[in-house]
């Protein structure tokens, strides 16, 4: 966050920075996203990569074509991916959900909001705060795609529970509209037990939608 304060879902990932890095940048790109990628308008839109981590989807959209806004809380992993992932078409913002005070103080909207593996990391409450948050940002017809894990959590780490089915109640409340929904095994690490539900939605105009 801005402020120097952690959002407490990054609970874990700093003191692992170094590992996750390899971790995350073993999987490519164009694998983890494959029933993403088709969903999504043609570059140059502007993607916005909220918990970008190492920076390996920001790259990979960048190498489309895409503009892309980074965001990551975790300066361990912003320092290491600015430095993996050199590009112009990258803009690197310090800044975390529930709030994005930073990017909610630009103006700016957008065309596609990534979610990957970041939205179980927020409790109830903050996901009801996060959510009409990140609609303000998408510009109608704009696509949001994110990932969901279950399983066990791994030690340190702070993650909850968090079905597809709330998920698309509370975006629909917020005028968007389902139009991806799947559930995958861990095939990319093949960790015991974890399973990924991957959602995406279309931003619609009209009652119920929150307005840029």
């Not at 996901?127 to 303000?136: E, G, I, Q, W, Y």
Request: glycine share 10%; proline share 7%; net charge negative.
């Amino acid at each position: 966050m801005t402020d120097g304060s952690a959002p407490r879902g990054t609970a874990g990932y700093a003191a692992e920075a170094e590992r996750l890095v390899s971790q995350y940048e073993s999987i490519a790109f164009a694998d983890i996203h494959a029933a993403i990628l088709p969903l999504l308008p043609a570059p140059p839109a502007h993607v916005l990569d909220i918990g970008a981590g190492t920076g390996r989807d920001a790259a990979g959209f960048a190498a489309l074509g895409y503009r892309v806004t980074a965001v990551e809380p975790t300066l361990e992993l912003r320092r290491q991916a600015v430095a993996l992932h050199p590009s112009p078409l990258i803009d690197w913002v310090d800044d975390g959900l529930p709030d994005l005070a930073a990017l909610s103080g630009r103006g700016d909207s957008v065309d596609v909001v990534m979610l990957t593996a970041v939205w179980m990391h927020l409790d109830e409450a903050e996901r009801r705060r996060a959510m009409p948050r990140l609609v303000a940002l998408m510009r109608v017809g704009g696509v949001m795609a994110l990932s969901l894990r279950h399983g066990p959590v791994p030690e340190g780490r702070r993650m909850f529970d968090v079905s597809a089915a709330e998920t698309i109640d509370l975006a629909r409340v917020h005028g968007l509209r389902c139009v991806l929904c799947r559930t995958d095994e861990d095939a990319q690490l093949g960790r015991p037990g974890v399973t990924w539900d991957r959602v995406a939605f279309v931003r619609e105009a009209g009652p119920g939608a929150s307005r840029a």
